[in-house]
């Protein structure tokens, strides 16, 4: 079946660097693929999302990367930020039409 | 509209009792979902809708859980005679299907603890 996972359940930074939180997913017929950030006592949040025909997209400090043919997923955020820290989860969709499936989550600590 | 609304955003209960959760979701939204979240877990998701339509059930939902949204508003989650191991963050999300755009939205949840 499907599963999300992330390499590392824990990064941390200082703050101006630049992160990169890693992503392996199982099922290679997956057509979509997002990421949340999840502060404290609060739901998931969208940060960036890229289809499968896609291996690169970039927002604002965020840049997510694809790699299909290892099944590998990155998210990259330029100038990290003490408002970054918070736990970062990766989310793949089998097919349309089924729900998104999550990995475990990498806590960000980012000091000052 | 200001986003997804859980309520309550806290529950105890006493293992055997009945917990029900609320769901009101953004209002153009026409998908709607539940997820359940443990410590250091990331999300697991329970069911979705289409409007009032049940789309999609994971094996995670036991008999014991039922939820519904009857009018394709809001959704409802209920859990019968729960257990120490229904314990968790329920997590609601919607989204509109648009063409390019997946995401979902989530609320802040609601944490069951039960005793």
């Known amino acids: 079946g499907e599963s999300v996972g992330l390499h590392l359940p824990t990064l941390s930074v200082q703050e101006g660097d630049n992160s990169i939180i890693n992503c392996a997913y199982s099922?290679?017929?997956?057509?979509?693929f997002i990421w949340y950030k999840q502060e404290s006592g609060k739901g998931p949040q969208f940060i960036i999302d890229?289809?499968?025909?896609?291996d690169k997209r970039q927002g604002q400090r965020v840049t997510v990367l694809l790699n299909k043919t290892v099944k590998h997923l990155s998210l990259q955020i330029a100038a990290t930020q003490p408002g970054d820290s918070a736990v970062y989860f990766c989310?793949?969709?089998?097919?349309?039409?089924?729900?998104?499936?999550f990995g475990k989550g990498t806590t960000l600590s980012v000091s000052s | 509209d200001t986003g997804v609304s859980q309520n309550p955003r806290h529950k105890i209960t006493k293992r055997g009792q009945n917990v029900t959760f609320r769901c009101d979701p953004i209002s153009e939204h026409n998908r709607l979902y539940w997820y359940r979240q443990t410590l250091g877990q990331g999300p697991e998701f329970l069911t979705y809708f289409q409007n009032e339509a049940q789309l999609e059930k994971s094996r995670l939902l036991s008999d014991r859980f039922s939820a519904e949204r009857p009018k394709g508003s809001f959704s409802t989650l209920e859990i019968q005679r729960t257990e120490q191991g229904d314990s968790a963050m329920y997590l609601c999300?919607?989204?509109?299907?648009?063409?390019?755009?997946?995401?979902?939205?989530f609320g802040s949840g609601t944490r069951l603890t039960v005793v």
């Open positions: 999300a919607s989204s509109l299907v648009l063409e390019g755009s997946y995401g979902y939205t």
């Open positions: 099922n290679s017929a997956s057509d979509y």
């Open positions: 890229i289809r499968s025909n896609m």
């Open positions: 989310a793949s969709r089998a097919q349309a039409g089924t729900a998104l499936i």
